[in-house]
């Protein structure tokens, strides 16, 4: 009888266990093959937006952060319901394709707390500009800030005007560094780039260092690739949301009980559903 029992509860966590999972579709559609029951997402990818303008006698210049969707970084999510838990998996995007929330819970659980989503504003920077007018009296322009070429043209462009600018670090693209537990382009959770801070430094042509403006922004780094992962073990309430904003993950919560309390329920509740008739 026990080791019908313990057979029976071999069979138990594996049915109950459930997935939460991203697939890689940049280049294939052989999801299409197959009934969809899951969500396209892209993941982001930043364009600096440089803008400035000449009120004599000082330039107000602005650092913002443009995010859209890398049409190279496709992916599909696909979530595989458990055998024995009643669960509600859900992502949304936006109109851009872009992650906005993913959400992961048993509906016997709790519904995950309500998050705060922070917005990712402009910085502005002013700076003296004693002398004659510049030709141009505004400046607009967008870049990919891992594009060392367009980005020493932009360099440039400001120099005709008066202006200096450093960027640090100097960004550079590279090969993308993969979850450990890729495999066959499956990965378990929903993916994300981590961002990375870039310092924007301005001064005016013959200007001394005191005098320079620094404005920091973060934009998603292209060459790390990041899992979080969602899925759940069988008989074990667990709640798991993220929060993004345009693709940028900015919250998460988890709520799962103790390790302690599930080794001492689990096998508690996989014998109630067995004589209860649960199955």
């Not at 993941?43 to 952060?65: C, F, M, N, Q």
């Not at 969707?69 to 992502?91: C, E, G, K, Q, T």
């Not at 322009?141 to 202006?163: H, I, M, N, T």
């Not at 450093?166 to 993308?176: F, H, N, R, V």
């Amino acid at each position: 009888m026990i080791a019908r029992l313990l057979c029976l509860g071999l069979l138990l966590v594996a049915a109950g266990c459930s997935e939460f999972d991203s697939f890689d579709a940049t280049h294939t559609e052989r999801l299409q093959t197959r009934p969809l029951y899951g969500q396209y997402y892209y993941l982001p990818e930043g364009r600096i937006h440089l803008t400035g303008k000449y009120a004599a006698p000082s330039w107000t210049v602005t650092v913002d952060v443009d995010l859209l969707a890398d049409p190279a970084a496709r992916f599909y999510f696909r979530p595989d319901n458990s055998f024995l838990d009643d669960v509600d998996d859900r992502i949304t995007v936006n109109g851009k394709g872009l992650l906005d929330t993913a959400t992961s819970a048993t509906t016997s659980s709790s519904p995950p707390a309500a998050l705060t989503i922070a917005q990712m504003s402009p910085v502005s920077v002013t700076l003296d500009a004693p002398g004659a007018a510049p030709e141009k009296a505004s400046f607009n322009y967008s870049f990919d800030p891992f594009d060392a070429d367009k980005a020493d043209r932009v360099r440039q462009e400001l120099a005709k005007l008066g202006l200096r600018m450093k960027m640090a670090p100097s960004l550079e693209k590279g090969p993308t560094r993969q979850p450990v537990y890729e495999k066959e382009g499956k990965y378990p959770g929903i993916l994300f780039r981590p961002v990375v801070p870039v310092r924007f430094t301005f001064r005016v042509k013959d200007a001394s260092a005191l005098e320079e403006q620094q404005a920091q922004v973060c934009v998603p780094d292209p060459r790390t690739l990041l899992a979080f992962d969602m899925n759940r073990a069988p008989l074990i309430p667990r709640v798991a949301e993220v929060q993004f904003r345009d693709g940028i993950l900015i919250s998460s919560h988890v709520n799962k009980p103790s390790i302690g309390t599930a080794i001492i329920t689990v096998p508690l509740q996989m014998i109630h559903t067995v004589f209860t008739g649960g199955l």
